[in-house]
């Protein structure tokens, strides 16, 4: 067999002609996924055009919020009793929110109805009869019984409404409608101190005891103090609108 002699001057050359080669074929690689990348990133910037031209929405959804800003998710209930929610406390993103979920409820600590109120453990109070009206025939909307002397009510709101009807008819009927009048009646001295009753509730309203007690402020006023005299009971004052304007049915 015929041997070739290769002189180092070939190896050489067919060394530099394989490294020529390999990065050739480099640089055909990194050029076409430059070429690539140039177009993918084209194609994105249509798409943000093109968003952008549509106001950044679409026909199902809400337009979004602009970068960085919050929003407050307001959840809406269809049930009858009110839910309470936690105002403003929960921040949601109107990005992240997924339309087909029922919105999540926040349950808090309902404040009491009623905060102005004085209510010892008294008779009266316990029997929700501040005015301490006697058990009789005569049986009050809202009365479940009595105490054995007392009368019983189911709220505090059929107690004081008995009281504002009694004061209402003294007027309406007896024409007394002065404090001094209107306790005489209710706490005759036969088993009361009617004169101290009486100075109790001018002192408390700021009315003299012969000035006529007409209007609705008035009356709530001496209903008032007539609860802090029989009771040591202060309700607050919607509670005293709402049983005087149950007086009036």
Same mark, same amino acid.
């Given at each position: ?76 209930? *269809?049930?009858?009793? &009110?839910? %309470?929610? +936690?105002?403003? =406390?929960?921040?949601?993103? @109107?990005?992240? !929110?997924? *339309?087909?979920?029922? &919105?999540? %409820?926040? +349950?808090?600590? =309902?404040?009491?109805?009623? @905060?102005?109120? !004085? ?131």
């Amino acid at each position: 067999m015929e041997k070739r002699f290769v002189s180092t001057l070939d190896t050489n050359y067919l060394k530099d002609e394989r490294i020529r080669g390999k990065k050739e074929g480099r640089n055909r690689i990194l050029g076409g996924l430059a070429k690539a990348a140039l177009i993918t990133g084209a194609a994105i910037g249509s798409v943000y055009v093109g968003l952008n031209a549509m106001g950044g929405r679409n026909e199902n959804t809400e337009p979004l919020a602009p970068q960085g800003q919050i929003e407050q998710y307001v959840p809406v209930t *269809s049930v009858s009793e &009110p839910v %309470k929610y +936690e105002e403003q =406390s929960e921040r949601v993103s @109107q990005n992240s !929110i997924d *339309s087909n979920k029922a &919105p999540k %409820k926040i +349950e808090t600590v =309902s404040q009491p109805k009623y @905060q102005e109120e !004085i209510l010892p453990n008294t008779r009266g109070v316990r029997n929700n009869n501040p005015g301490n009206l006697e058990d009789s025939s005569n049986q009050w909307d809202g009365q479940v019984g009595s105490d054995g002397r007392f009368c019983k009510f189911s709220t505090p709101e059929h107690g004081l409404r008995a009281m504002f009807k009694l004061v209402n008819n003294y007027g309406t009927r007896y024409n007394l409608d002065t404090i001094e009048e209107i306790i005489g009646r209710w706490a005759p001295n036969s088993e009361n101190d009617t004169k101290g009753y009486i100075q109790f509730v001018a002192n408390q309203t700021g009315y003299s005891k012969d000035e006529k007690i007409d209007t609705d402020l008035e009356k709530r006023k001496v209903v008032q103090a007539m609860c802090r005299k029989e009771s040591g009971a202060k309700y607050d004052t919607k509670r005293l609108i709402k049983a005087q304007t149950m007086a009036k049915h």
